[in-house]
Every structure is written in C-alpha cells, then in structure tokens.
C-alpha cells in the first residue's frame, strides 16, 4: 500500500519561501511512469495542480507559477520536496501530494486531479501579511 505524507511548516511570512517534503512510503519515487505531483486548493477554489517531478527526475510546472515554483527529490529518502518562493497570503491553501501513473507524461495526464490513485492527506499552509 501507498502512502504519501506532507510535512513542513503551517506558517510561513509573506515574500518567504514555503518549503514541503512528501514523504513516500510502499513504493519507490524512481519507479517508471510514476509522476509526483504537488496540488493545492485555496479557500473557496478547486484543486490546483502546481507541477511534479517524474520518475526519471523531470520536472514539470504549471506556467502561471513556473518562475516560484521548484520541484526536486532525494531518492535516498524516497521524499520530494515543493519549494515556492516569494509567497504572498493569495498562497494559503491545503497543500497535497500525490501520484499517478503515466505513459507519456503528458500535461493532460498528470494536470488532472481525477487520474490520480494516491494522496496524502493533506496539510495548511497559512501565509501571513
């Protein structure tokens, strides 16, 4: 069994980098066509995908936070980790994690919420004025 857990800090200052780490745990992150993907959901919004990092180590973002956003892993400790800089209270959200398995990568496939199989649970990130 999959299982995904988000950790990090629930409250960050504004102009801060928020930093997360997804921590995965029956299953490896290096798996092939696994993507790991970051989510978020603000209040009163739907589910936002921000980008995720492959199996191969590639990286993919949504362009509207592409020059914010930083996705990268440490496979010795089968976690990945979001980085999104400069933050202002417009990021407060429930931040997620997530996988799903893909073929080809493509945005279409991993953008969407409904393809995916595992979650973790998800976790506040209050941003502060």
């Known amino acids: 069994q999959v299982q995904l857990q988000e950790s990090g800090p629930g409250l960050v200052r504004s102009s801060q980098t928020l930093s997360l780490t997804c921590t995965v745990s029956?299953?490896?992150?290096?798996?092939?066509?696994?993507?790991w993907s970051w989510f978020r959901q603000a209040p009163g919004k739907g589910l936002e995908w921000m980008g995720a990092?492959?199996?191969?180590?590639?990286?993919y973002y949504i362009p509207s936070l592409k020059s914010r956003t930083s996705i990268f892993r440490d496979t010795s400790k089968n976690q990945f980790t979001l980085q999104l800089s400069s933050v202002t209270p417009e990021d407060t959200a429930v931040y997620y994690c997530?996988?799903?398995?893909?073929?080809?990568?493509?945005?279409?496939?991993?953008?969407?919420?409904?393809?995916?199989?595992?979650w973790g649970q998800g976790t506040q990130v209050t941003v502060s004025s």
């Open positions: 997530a996988r799903v398995v893909s073929s080809s990568g493509s945005y279409a496939e991993v953008s969407i919420p409904t393809n995916y199989d595992y």
């Open positions: 029956g299953g490896s992150i290096t798996t092939m066509s696994y993507y």
């Open positions: 990092i492959a199996w191969s180590g590639a990286t």
